[in-house]
Structures are given as structure tokens and as C-alpha cells.
């Protein structure tokens, strides 16, 4: 069992998905991203890539964050995602249940922030960032965060790249 650790649904439970496929991220790691990127998302359009349990998307509706797209394959975050919306009352989001990679191919809408974290073992970080950018997929002044076991080189075109350390999780915050 996860918390949100800020904004309006500070300290509420989420349930994570019945599976060993997903790695709910931990609440001081999500604590420690949302303090970067600061508290208040008011009117934030986000995208949630192999979403889990929806935890970062979540955490940034609880911070004004107006709508949610979540991303995922797998029938244990669907149930998750849904369960947790219902929980908090959220209805601005949608679920897709695709590939992420597909998603990316065939989605119309732009964002203002991206979360990426992709399972630990699964090498495809580079390839979904490099279609997020040949797609335009990311609004001026947005940002993308990529979670990852191992340090990453990025070769991306950002104004601000950060990197910090939680443990084995190496997060990432890119700022177009």
C-alpha cells in the first residue's frame, strides 16, 4: 500500500496492482520528484506511462493537475487505476490499455508533464523519449521524468537536466 504525499488527497491509500510485473514507486521517491518540480500543477495537462498503480498521476491531480492519461498493458493496472480513481473520485482521466510505444504513435493530444517509468528490466527509455520528441508530444516548457535502475546519458535537447538518487532508483527530470 502507496500514499499521496501532497496537495488535496495528501496521505489517502492507493492500491497497487495483484502483480510482481510492476514496482509501485515509493513515496519518498514521488515526495522527492513532486519538491523539484514544485507542489502546485494547476492546470497541467499529464501523461502517466506504464502507469502501475497510477501513482504519479494521482499525486499530481492531489496538486492541481487538470486531467491524466494513463498508459498501460497490463489488466492488474487497469483494475488498479480504476479502483483508485473511484477511491479518491476522480474523473479526469482516461486509461489506455495499449503499448506504450503505440500510444505515442497514435495520440493527437500534447503534454505539460511526462512520467515514464518503465519495469526495471524492460530497455525501452530511450526509444519512448525519442518518440515523445520526433512526435512534438511535450508542450514548451514541459518536463518529463524518467525513473530507471540504472544511470542513463541522455542526448536529449533540454534546457535543464537533473538527476537524483533514491536507493537502486535513479530519477531523471527533463525540461524542454
Known amino acids: 500500500m502507496i500514499r499521496i504525499t501532497g496537495g488535496k ?12 510485473l510492476t514496482k509501485p514507486t515509493m513515496d519518498k521517491v514521488r515526495l ?7 507542489n502546485d500543477l494547476s492546470g497541467l ?14 499525486e499530481a491531480l492531489s496538486r492541481g493537475a487538470i486531467s491524466v492519461d494513463f498508459v498501460d498493458q497490463t489488466k492488474f493496472s487497469k483494475e488498479a487505476i480504476k479502483q483508485n480513481a473511484l477511491t479518491l473520485g476522480i474523473s479526469s482521466y482516461e486509461f489506455h490499455f495499449n503499448d506504450v510505444l503505440s500510444f505515442l504513435n497514435e495520440t493527437e493530444k500534447k503534454y505539460d508533464l511526462i512520467f515514464m517509468d518503465p519495469p526495471y528490466k524492460l530497455d525501452i527509455i530511450k526509444d519512448t523519449l525519442k518518440l515523445i520528441d520526433e512526435r512534438d508530444l511535450l508542450n514548451q516548457n514541459g518536463a518529463i521524468i524518467v525513473e530507471s ?8 535537447k533540454c534546457k535543464d537536466q537533473r538527476h537524483y538518487r533514491y536507493g537502486l532508483a535513479h530519477v531523471y527530470l527533463l525540461r524542454k
Do not use: W
Open 149 to 156: 535502475e540504472q544511470e542513463i546519458t541522455f542526448n536529449e
Open 45 to 58: 495537462k499529464v501523461l502517466d506511462l506504464f502507469s502501475g498503480s497510477g501513482s504519479y498521476g494521482f
Open 32 to 38: 522527492g520528484v513532486f519538491n523539484a518540480l514544485g
Open 9 to 20: 488527497f495528501r496521505s489517502r491509500k492507493l492500491v497497487t496492482p495483484e502483480t510482481s
